[in-house]
Nanobody, 116 residues
Framework: QVQFVESGGGLVQPGGSLRLSCAAS????????MGWYRQAPGKQRELVAS???????NYADSVKGRFTISRDNAKNTAYLQMNSLKPEDTAVYYC??????????WGQGTQVTVSS
């Protein structure tokens, strides 16, 4: 029932930046923590960043200092600002509620490719 629509991905060069958006249909979006996940071919989906309803953030070690998660509750939207991108950041990026079990249905994700 909850729908996520991820956007903003694309092809960028190493060192480049990208800003991802996640629009959620959840009416009570504002009360849940939000997370950005990524999945590269042959690898498990991993949580790269999360933000609580109160605005506290956490990041995977691999992206600390480079990525910033934020949210706009009025728009039911989460964002992921990605700077200093590296080839290893290449993956499909998804958003979801990290504390919900079972997870809400995953969206299609948005492809981020970092390559020269």
């Amino acid at each position: 029932q909850v729908q996520f629509v991820e956007s903003g991905g694309g092809l960028v060069q190493p060192g480049g930046s990208l800003r991802l958006s996640c629009a959620a249909s959840e009416r009570t979006f504002s009360i849940y923590a939000m997370g950005w996940y990524r999945q590269a071919p042959g690898k498990q989906r991993e949580l790269v960043a999360s933000i609580t309803s109160g605005g506290s953030t956490n990041y995977a070690d691999s992206v600390k200092g480079r990525f910033t998660i934020s949210r706009d509750n009025a728009k039911n939207t989460a964002y992921l600002q990605m700077n200093s991108l590296k080839p290893e950041d290449t993956a499909v990026y998804y958003c979801n509620f990290p504390l919900r079990r079972p997870f809400a249905s995953w969206g299609q994700g948005t492809q981020v490719t970092v390559s020269s």
